[in-house]
């Protein structure tokens, strides 16, 4: 039998141990490429922000900044870390529409099931404005793992641009560069992120 996960109970049960684990680290790199390509003071939607951590990095360098999370007691704890209201909300109920200079989706959309995911790239896309740039970031490889009662969608470059082709939507990944872990979270020393920038 397949073990069982359930994403926002883990992040609602452990939220404060995650923002402890998780609001300081090393993303200047993946900050860089990302915020590079949009104006300053552009609108960021913060897609799965966790511990509020590049939500504040973000409205520190004076960019306008939409926090969402699906765990409501995540949001409490980074709506109090960034002092400013985080709205609780799942990543299929994004509705928004040439809303976003950028959407910045770190280690969070890895928790779509992979027949989900297509769905999910739509909505955003449909949510930048035309020339927005996306960043999000999987664990590379292919197929899922289940850990800690949370799904991970692993995700190659080749199986990313191939989903892109088949949406037959406008938007292109742009750039692609790999880093190490950017925390030091207890088992994530191994792993290898896979970082994409998309633009519509």
């Known amino acids: 039998m397949e073990e069982q996960y359930d994403n ?3 992040y609602n049960k452990n939220a404060k141990l995650y923002f402890e684990q998780t609001k300081v680290g090393n993303l200047e790199e993946n900050y ?15 897609f799965g922000c966790g511990s509020g951590r590049d939500s504040k990095f973000f409205l520190e360098k004076g960019y306008k900044v939409k926090a969402i999370d699906g765990s409501i007691q995540m949001c409490k704890i980074a709506a109090e870390y960034i002092n400013q209201d985080v709205e609780c909300m799942l990543f299929e109920d994004l509705k928004d529409k040439n809303t976003y200079d ?3 989706a770190c280690s969070s959309i890895l928790h779509v099931e992979k ?8 909505k955003m896309i449909n949510a930048l404005k035309p020339n927005g740039i996306i960043y999000t970031s999987f664990k590379k490889g292919s197929g899922y793992e289940i850990k800690e009662g949370k799904y991970y969608n692993y995700i190659t470059k080749e199986e990313f641009e191939e989903m892109l082709t088949k949406l037959n939507i406008n938007a292109k990944i742009v750039d692609y560069f ?6 030091n979270r207890p088992g ?3 792993t290898i992120w896979g970082n994409y920038i998309i633009r519509r």
């Open 8 to 10: 926002l109970e883990y």
């Open 32 to 46: 860089n490429k990302f915020l590079s390509r949009i104006e300053k003071g552009a609108y960021i939607l913060d």
């Open 102 to 104: 950028g959407i910045w």
């Open 115 to 122: 027949e989900k995911l297509s769905n999910i790239i739509v």
């Open 178 to 183: 790999e880093t190490l872990p950017s925390t």
């Open 188 to 190: 994530a020393e191994s």
